[in-house]
């Protein structure tokens, strides 16, 4: 109950500062979804490909996004969206595997936000290691907007780890990554660095995070948030 209060009151107050207009429906539409039971609420899982990890100054690439409805992965309305950079994609293209000319057709990054505010309006978002993306996407709207906006994400990484820590006192390196999260729940080995496939293995991570909590309609939203 305080969770979601606390949660509610930075919605109430990040729409009230918001300047745009997009913005400010983005957060007012967040706030019924908080106190829901996860089986109710929309949520959408997320993944970014980017250039570098700084998001000072380093590009998003890709998004791909996976919505969460009724507890259930919506596979139909899976979308991954290509983005223009200032420059070339460099050495970056070894890990992603995205070349210069791939980003020809790509959505501009005022394309690409407006997008990603469309798609994402009243779903609560779901991300792996979720400070890093959503970083990026408020780096990514305060340049089209001109104002920076503060995204609320459910991380599936920081969830793994609050579990992990109530089961013993250290934790190995490397253990919080998404594909060994992903074992510890018997969930199948996806190939990583592609925003689409990543956004689908945190969206099947979250599924089983919330079945080993208790069920997707007794573990509300507001007890997964940071």
């Known amino acids: 109950m305080l969770a ?17 207009a997009g913005l400010k429906a983005y957060q007012q539409a967040l706030m019924p979804v908080i ?3 996860f ?5 959408l899982a997320i993944d970014l490909e980017m250039t570098g990890l700084n998001a000072s100054f380093d590009q998003i690439l890709s998004i791909g996004v996976v919505p969460i409805r009724q507890g259930q992965l919506i596979l139909s309305e899976a979308q991954h969206k290509l983005v ?7 050495q970056s293209a070894t890990i992603h595997g995205i070349l210069d000319t791939h980003l020809d057709a790509a959505l501009t990054p005022e394309q690409a936000m407006a997008w ?15 400070p890093l993306d959503l970083a990026f996407l408020q780096s990514g709207l305060q340049a089209c907007l001109g104002e920076k906006p503060r995204l609320l994400a459910i991380d599936t990484l920081l969830l793994e780890k609050q579990r992990l820590l109530r ?14 999260s992903r074992a510890r729940y018997g969930l199948p080995v ?10 689908l293995a945190c969206g099947e991570l979250l599924l ?8 997707a309609t007794k573990v509300k939203i507001a007890e997964l948030l940071p």
């Open 167 to 180: 089961q013993q006192e250290h934790l190995q390196e490397g253990c919080l990554r998404l594909g060994r």
């Open 39 to 43: 089986a109710e609420a929309e949520l």
């Open 84 to 90: 223009q950079i200032e420059g070339s994609v460099g």
């Open 116 to 130: 990603f505010l469309s798609v994402s309006e009243g779903m609560v978002l779901v991300a792996h290691h979720a």
């Open 4 to 20: 979601g209060i606390k949660v509610r009151s930075q919605l109430c107050w990040r729409a009230l500062m918001a300047k745009d």
């Open 35 to 37: 106190d829901k039971p």
């Open 208 to 215: 089983a995070q919330v079945a080993a909590m208790g069920g």
């Open 190 to 199: 996806y190939a990583a660095h592609n925003a689409l496939i990543d956004a």
